[in-house]
């Protein structure tokens, strides 16, 4: 129960980094896990689940539940895939801003986030390494005709 809470109450404090408010309503009996948030201030926005926000206050309020998660679960790895397609700008930098937070305050694990994004705003450190792939050859003309590979 103790770790039920510390995720309940840290999900708030990252939804707080928005402005947005919200609850996990988690029922160990039942094993459901719900996800309300409320974007923007106060009683200005109603109550909402995950199903009725825009794909970037999905996308952030996600962000905030895995930390969220992430704090009470022991790994040396921790891994983040595509997290930020459907942020806008203010969304992605407050998200980045989190996890770069949260990742300096634990310098004996591993964090890995993968984005098709670019990542020029985030600080130089020396305990950030940034690998960026080359973008993929991209061909106007198909190559396959018919499920076929065309033979030269």
């Not at 109603?46 to 022991?74: K, M, N, P, Q, Y």
């Amino acid at each position: 129960m103790s770790l039920t809470l510390r995720c309940k109450y840290n999900f708030g404090e990252f939804l707080k980094n928005r402005y947005y408010s919200g609850r996990l309503d988690i029922d160990h009996n039942n094993e459901t896990l719900s996800i309300i948030v409320q974007p923007g201030e106060g009683d200005k926005a109603a109550l909402h689940d995950t199903r009725s926000l825009s794909g970037g206050e999905r996308s952030f309020s996600t962000v905030c539940f895995i930390l969220s998660v992430w704090s009470i679960t022991e790994s040396p790895f921790r891994c983040l895939d595509e997290f930020d397609v459907y942020m806008d700008m203010v969304n992605r930098r407050i998200s980045m801003d989190m996890m770069l937070k949260v990742a300096d305050s634990q310098h004996y694990r591993q964090f890995i986030f993968l984005t098709p994004q670019t990542m020029s705003a985030v600080p130089p450190s020396r305990l950030i390494r940034i690998l960026q792939l080359e973008d993929p050859e991209r061909s106007q003309n198909p190559s396959y005709q018919n499920g076929h590979q065309e033979e030269d």
